[in-house]
């Protein structure tokens, strides 16, 4: 195999990669528990949080929310990752690309 057919190879798994993250950063990652549902954009940027006005929320209930808030976040952007790693996965980690 000469240089160029290898140059042409990573550029055309570069591009692979790059619509591929492009792809998941536009895809929607819900996440909801009995208080509250948040919607996540791939690319980590929340787009959406309802919380549920059915529960009749007392003050003393703020701290309680703001965990679920962390709580549903954070497995949200675990989703993220493992649909990243599923879809990138057969690249492996490519200097950061991924």
């Known amino acids: 195999m000469n240089m160029q057919s290898i140059m042409a190879q990573a550029q055309k798994m570069q591009k692979?990669?790059?619509a591929k993250k492009e792809e998941i950063n536009q895809k929607e990652f819900v996440e909801k528990n009995e208080l509250i549902e948040i919607t996540v954009l791939g690319n980590k940027k929340i787009k959406k949080i309802n919380i549920?006005?059915?529960?009749?929320?007392?003050?003393e209930d703020l701290e309680s929310l703001e965990d679920m808030i962390a709580i549903a976040y954070n497995s949200a952007l675990d989703k993220i990752e493992r649909e990243t790693e599923k879809a990138l996965g057969a690249y492996g980690s490519l200097n950061g690309l991924i």
């Open 16 to 18: 692979e990669i790059m």
């Open 52 to 59: 549920n006005k059915t529960v009749g929320l007392a003050a």
